[in-house]
């Protein structure tokens, strides 16, 4: 019989106890459309054991996990090469945590992913707005052919939320076609002082926030499959994070780490920080 003890599966401060929990976190180890760089689907356990290594209290929210409740379900086991399986599993597994009146917090995973769970969200909130942190529009209508990729998520997503309900954050990277879309829609922020005018017309209405952490700019956090310069410092994402803190957020995401790009540790350890401090505004 092997001895211990054993560090645990579980991410930071999570509960043993399902049903007296808030939020239920789930990993999402899926990167089948990566169209650069694959290797997300091994972000999920990466993280967990990254988030060993901070610590419980956040001082930007003056919260600590310990004052919420939230458990650490796992990672969802999808067949290899299967989008439509993986898609399938994510939209049931949200569609259950928000059956039951709690909270979902997807770790991916490529950015795909997050279509799913938006959809089983949405299924409950019809009025739901999303907030979207990324370098990249994800717009297009397919990429080579293709209309369910990393590269689509928010224009599949934009034809069942309204796009007046979408706001945008970091983008700095897209086609001419996407940039004109969210210049027509008006979903693109380019400031913090834009985004808390938009997040005002949002109070008490259900939210899903999505965060790319290629939001953030490679000199910070190189461990993604795409890589875009020009983007955020880890303190600017936090300031915007901070800006929602207020928000009903009904769901929410963090995608696109592939950790064994930065053999630093550094981006596996900023993801998991940055999955912190979501969990406290949650």
């Not at 650490?72 to 086991?77: F, P, R, S």
């Not at 599949?156 to 939320?161: A, M, Q, Y």
Request: aromatic share 10%; glycine share 8%.
């Amino acid at each position: 019989m092997l001895t211990g003890p054993f560090l645990p599966r579980n991410w930071l401060g999570s509960t043993d106890d399902i049903n007296n929990s808030d939020v239920i976190m789930v990993g999402l180890p899926y990167d089948g459309t990566c169209s650069f760089r694959p290797g997300t689907r091994f972000a999920p356990q990466e993280i967990r054991l990254a988030s060993q290594g901070i610590e419980t209290y956040s001082p930007i929210f003056n919260k600590d996990l310990s004052d919420i409740r939230f458990y650490d379900a796992g990672e969802l086991e999808f067949q290899f090469g299967n989008k439509e399986d993986a898609l399938f599993k994510i939209e049931r597994a949200a569609g259950e945590v928000f059956s039951l009146n709690k909270k979902w917090l997807g770790i991916g995973g490529e950015h795909l992913v997050t279509l799913a769970a938006v959809k089983a969200c949405h299924e409950k909130y019809p009025d739901l707005a999303v907030i979207h942190f990324d370098a990249h529009a994800d717009l297009i209508e397919d990429y080579l052919g293709e209309r369910y990729s990393h590269a689509t998520v928010l224009r599949r997503t934009s034809e069942f939320i309204r796009a007046e309900n979408i706001i945008q954050i970091g983008v700095r990277s897209g086609t001419k076609d996407e940039f004109d879309w969210m210049k027509e829609n008006k979903t693109f922020c380019k400031s913090c002082e834009e985004l808390a005018d938009r997040v005002k017309k949002l109070q008490n209405r259900p939210v899903y926030l999505t965060i790319d952490l290629d939001v953030l700019d490679p000199s910070v956090f190189s461990g993604t499959g795409t890589p875009e310069p020009g983007g955020m410092s880890f303190k600017e994402l936090i300031n915007k994070l901070y800006t929602l803190k207020d928000l009903n957020i009904a769901g929410a995401d963090i995608v696109e780490l592939s950790p064994h790009y930065d053999i630093s540790g550094v981006s596996t350890i900023t993801a998991a920080k940055t999955i912190r401090e979501v969990l406290l505004i949650l």
